[in-house]
């Protein structure tokens, strides 16, 4: 029998599984995520069913339709040996993944009888539904989708576990998803200088719930030292070490502890475990790459001497696992900064400014890494290269950029200090108090913009630029 591909596709739009939640896989690296579900199965058995099932999602993405149907096999297994009571249920994703591959695989058949299976198992679990159904454990299958898609997705993931909880407020796992899903909105709100909504009750109650989820207790302590209370966090970092020390996840949180706690030794030293059993993470990498700058910089203000070949050591470190961070995640744009800027530590000079450029040229460039970049790369140029109106001009551009967070907040800051020392010196022309106006153009400040283009117009009366930037402004207000 042919089935209607357009009434297939209908009915598989109505399904609830990683095809229908609009992850894209853009926001991703699909190795590194790939890499990420296969250490979590070996180390939770109990997360099996919702790890094979994005890994099917994840292999469809990187184009191994087979790949995708061996691990919706293993989700099975897993529902049989972790589930054997309620089969049907716990199947729905699962049986939603295949319909949708075997879909892509131009087998109609085979995706009918899947919609099927899910339709009918839906009218039996509820009167109302048809291949849609709000069950709570396939809210948090989606929770946990998003926050593996990262932060476009943390605000959506919250949600689903907020829907999770409302049917099962005890839920050891739909808490610990909430209390991360806080956890990542709240680094994000910080920096884009948005209200922040504070996670520590949300990881209080998942660790007390989940007493051997020692990545979310490691995520509690970074929380408390983040709210200078970090001495009763590393209990939390001491008892993972003993329960799970060879949990890469868990020791990325601990070395990540341990690094904002200045024992950067100590962080080396377990990120270098960490790397042992996970070699291509690139987070790990650039962990350690972000020690080892550390490392170099620490030197540096001490001002000591430092025995050469020691400091080249460091630097090489540095670049090597930065580099390779990169190379393994190419759109991990904050590491190109860490990278040039300790080439830039090192003087040299050169290859700093390659990366800067390589980095700025890229055309999926998120805006605040943009503006961020902007503000290293005038960093670079003011303090390394000797050149304020370098320094001045990509400030500049970092504010031009709309989007306010922490990179145009430092761009703003940094620029308005320099112009108005340089001001209030004796030492500026038309061009910085022009370019003063126009900072405070780009913050909003009108009054303060005007007054600095009226002051530009008396030294260079007829600059095209301040005249019409005047013109506009007092239009506007």
């Known amino acids: 029998s042919t089935i209607s591909k357009d009434s297939l596709k209908t009915s598989l739009l109505q399904l609830e599984c990683h095809f229908t939640w ?71 994703v699962t049986w939603g993944n295949y319909a949708w591959i075997y879909y892509h695989m131009q087998r109609y058949d085979e995706a009918q009888t899947y919609v099927s299976k899910v339709e009918n198992s839906c009218k039996k679990l509820s009167s109302t539904a048809h291949g849609k159904i709000q069950l709570p454990e396939i809210y948090a299958e989606q929770g946990w989708a998003f926050l593996r898609f990262g932060r476009h997705y943390f605000e959506k993931a919250k949600n689903c576990f907020e829907n999770a909880l409302k049917s099962e407020p005890n839920n050891p796992d739909f808490n610990s998803g909430y209390a991360i899903a806080m956890y990542r909105l709240e680094g994000l709100a910080e920096w884009y200088g948005e209200e922040m909504r504070p996670s520590l009750e949300a990881l209080t109650r998942a660790v007390q719930l989940n007493p051997n989820d020692t990545a979310t207790a490691a995520l509690l302590a970074l929380e408390l030292q983040r709210l200078r209370r970090g001495n009763e966090g590393e209990r939390y970092i001491e008892e993972g070490l003993q329960k799970t020390p060879d949990y890469p996840v868990f020791l990325r949180h601990a070395a990540n502890f341990y690094r904002r706690k200045g024992e950067l030794n100590k962080a080396v030293e377990i990120l270098k475990r960490a790397l042992a059993l996970t070699p291509n993470s690139p987070v790990l990498h650039h962990q350690l790459g972000l020690c080892y700058k550390f490392k170099i910089f620490g030197v540096k203000k001490r001002r000591y001497t430092y025995p050469q070949e020691e400091m080249e050591n460091l630097i090489q470190l540095a670049v090597f696992h930065l580099k390779t961070a990169i ?20 003087e040299r000079y050169e290859e700093a400014e390659e990366i800067f450029q390589q980095v700025l040229q890229r055309n999926d460039l998120p805006c605040d890494d943009k503006q961020l970049i902007y503000f290293d790369y005038g960093k670079f140029q003011h303090f390394d290269m000797k050149s304020e109106s370098k320094a001045i001009k990509y400030y500049v551009e970092g504010l031009k950029i709309e989007k306010d967070c922490y990179g145009r907040r430092k761009c703003s800051e940094t620029v308005e200090t320099l112009l108005k020392q340089k001001i209030e010196n004796g030492l500026g022309d038309a061009k910085d108090i022009g370019t003063l ?12 913009a005007i007054e600095c283009y009226e002051k530009a117009i008396d030294l260079d009366p007829n600059n095209e630029e301040y005249l019409n930037a005047l013109a506009e402004l007092q239009l506007s207000i």
């Open 22 to 92: 609009a992850l894209q896989k853009e926001h991703i690296s699909l190795e590194v995520l790939e890499e990420t579900i296969l250490d979590h199965i070996k180390f939770f058995v109990e997360y099996e069913i919702i790890d094979y099932n994005i890994l099917s999602y994840v292999c469809h993405l990187k184009n191994s339709n087979e790949e995708a149907l061996r691990n919706l096999r293993k989700a099975e297994e897993a529902i049989q040996k972790l589930r054997p009571d309620e089969i049907a249920r716990r199947s729905l």
């Open 327 to 346: 190379d393994k995640k190419p759109v991990f744009f904050s590491a190109y900064c860490d990278l040039a800027n300790t080439y830039a530590l090192g």
């Open 437 to 448: 106006g126009l900072v405070y153009n780009l913050n909003g400040k009108k009054k303060e």
